[in-house]
């Protein structure tokens, strides 16, 4: 709670919320529209890992292999162009 007058400063931390919130500090939550039917939580992982391999393949490629520096497209068929030369 922060309490704001002309000419103070008071600020109390509400300790049980700092605790409540800390037992989940290390994990990350993973969400998706998809019906558990149709993926389960470990392809749901694995799929969310895949995606960070992809982009690190991305981003490798484009600064250490091909020296692209970032460029921002706004057209439709510049953007595919783009991702096409980097595929």
Do not use: W
Not at 32 to 48: F, G, I, N, Q, W
Not at 72 to 84: D, I, K, P, Q, T
Request: net charge positive; charged share 25%.
């Amino acid at each position: 709670m922060i309490d704001v007058h002309k000419e103070s400063l008071t600020c109390q931390c509400n300790t049980h919320n700092i605790e409540t919130e800390a037992a989940y500090d290390g994990f990350d939550v993973i969400r998706t529209h998809l019906p558990e039917r149709d993926m389960s939580a470990s392809e749901t992982v694995t799929a969310y890992t895949s995606l960070s391999r992809v982009e690190q393949a991305f981003r490798s490629m484009k600064t250490i292999n091909v020296k692209v520096r970032p460029l921002f497209h706004y057209r439709g068929r510049r953007v595919r162009a783009h991702v096409l030369l980097c595929m």
